[in-house]
T-cell receptor
Framework: RKEVEQDPGPFNVPEGATVAFNCTYSNSASQSFFWYRQDCRKEPKLLMSVYSSGNEDGRFTAQLNRASQYISLLIRDSKLSDSATYLCVVNMRGGSQGNLIFGKGTKLSVKP | SQTIHQWPATLVQPVGSPLSLECTVEGTSNPNLYWYRQAAGRGLQLLFYSVGIGQISSEVPQNLSASRPQDRQFILSSKKLLLSDSGFYLC???????????????FGAGSRLTVL
């Protein structure tokens, strides 16, 4: 089982749609979880951290399921500007430095 | 505020030539510094990280090396490039481990390397 796995997509959705991505991780000791956004040929940028109780930032909702070892990202009312690749990031050593593992990303394309 | 600079942005190098990519961070002290590589169709791969001057941890054996000659400077080097070294190289920093936000990576704009 790969350390961090994501559905590569692409997810092609119309404007205004709701879309959800999942990410599974292999290390049950993982403590920190994040979603990053990467535009084409650009660097990744932090979208949001994922907290145990789940958290929301505007149209974006992140959730953590420790029992099943996955995190999710829900985007409501999709905008054209949401088109990007979304990267799941997990700290795989339960707290040690230098072991933030990235998934390969899920590509989202929002169409007019 | 903190900023991270990385250069060069793009380079095309022949096989067997040397490589030097440089990264500097401003507006913070004692950052943890990282080099990642993103190859086509693959995820970000951690190459090196550093928690202080002269302290380098290598995550993947390869023909690359890293150095940290100053607190806020991180350099990625190779003596002889291979075709497989092509990719998008990203420098990143985080706060000192144990401080708030220590797991949050901030990336530089990246260096796109093509080895021919």
């Amino acid at each position: 089982r790969k350390e961090v796995e994501q559905d590569p997509g692409p997810f092609n959705v119309p404007e205004g749609a709701t879309v959800a991505f999942n990410c599974t991780y292999s290390n049950s000791a993982s403590q920190s979880f994040f979603w990053y956004r990467q535009d084409c040929r650009k660097e990744p940028k932090l979208l949001m951290s994922v907290y145990s109780s789940g958290n929301e930032d505007g149209r974006f909702t992140a959730q953590l399921n420790r029992a099943s070892q996955y995190i999710s990202l829900l985007i409501r009312d999709s905008k054209l500007s949401d088109s990007a690749t979304y990267l799941c990031v997990v700290n795989m050593r339960g707290g040690s430095q230098g072991n933030l593992i990235f998934g390969k990303g899920t590509k989202l394309s929002v169409k007019p | 505020s903190q900023t991270i600079h990385q250069w060069p942005a793009t380079l095309v190098q022949p096989v067997g030539s040397p490589l030097s990519l440089e990264c500097t961070v401003e507006g913070t002290s004692n950052p943890n510094l990282y080099w990642y590589r993103q190859a086509a169709g693959r995820g970000l791969q951690l190459l090196f990280y550093s928690v202080g001057i002269g302290q380098i941890s290598s995550e993947v054996p390869q023909n690359l090396s890293a150095s940290r000659p100053q607190d806020r400077q991180f350099i990625l080097s190779s003596k002889k490039l291979l075709l497989s070294d092509s990719g998008f190289y990203l420098c990143a920093w985080t706060r000192l481990w144990g401080t708030a936000g220590a797991n949050v990576l901030t990336f530089g704009a990246g260096s796109r390397l093509t080895v021919l």
